[in-house]
């Protein structure tokens, strides 16, 4: 049972603890994930015809930035995740077949903790934006497969088999 995976964040007592990074010694990590957002055909071409303008501002650039910013607030959404002060956050969003959006976060820190928590949530805060500023014109819109797609730099890298 000792070599099996142990869940990271429970004490002893099995109660709710934040993981003692104190000793590791700093490294430079990368993760990178991903979320897929279905707008339908109609709204994607709205959307790619200029970046569809609203009174937020062009549909992908806010998406961008609230995905950066997300990423950035983490250990102020999810519980126990450590403040990090990121090196880089880079989110992108291309279209991904005729009727959706991808969005890939890497986020990059030189630390003692890893940064998936951040391209998770960074990517997931850029697809609510798309849903939140597409909403109006339909509410088919299907944000789905977030997902990690790989990590760098800790105790142990992570890449996706299908990428």
Do not use: W
Not at 6 to 27: I, R
């Amino acid at each position: 049972m000792s070599d099996s995976p142990k869940l990271t964040h429970l004490n002893a007592a099995g109660q709710p603890a934040m993981v003692d990074v104190g000793a590791k010694q700093p490294t430079r990590r990368v993760a990178r994930a991903r979320s897929r957002v279905v707008l339908g055909a109609d709204i994607l071409r709205l959307v790619q015809d200029g970046d569809l303008p609203t009174r937020k501002g062009p549909v992908f650039q806010t998406a961008i930035l609230a995905g950066i910013m997300g990423a950035k607030r983490t250990a102020e959404l999810i519980p126990l995740c450590h403040p990090l002060g990121l090196d880089d956050c880079q989110v992108r969003i291309e279209v991904d077949g005729p009727d959706a959006v991808r969005i890939e976060c890497t986020a990059t820190v030189t630390g003692k903790t890893g940064v998936e928590m951040e391209a998770l949530t960074g990517a997931s805060v850029a697809a609510l934006t798309i849903y939140d500023m597409c909403k109006a014109l339909s509410h088919n819109i299907i944000i789905q497969e977030t997902r990690l797609l790989e990590k760098t730099g800790g105790k142990q890298d992570f890449h996706h088999a299908d990428d």
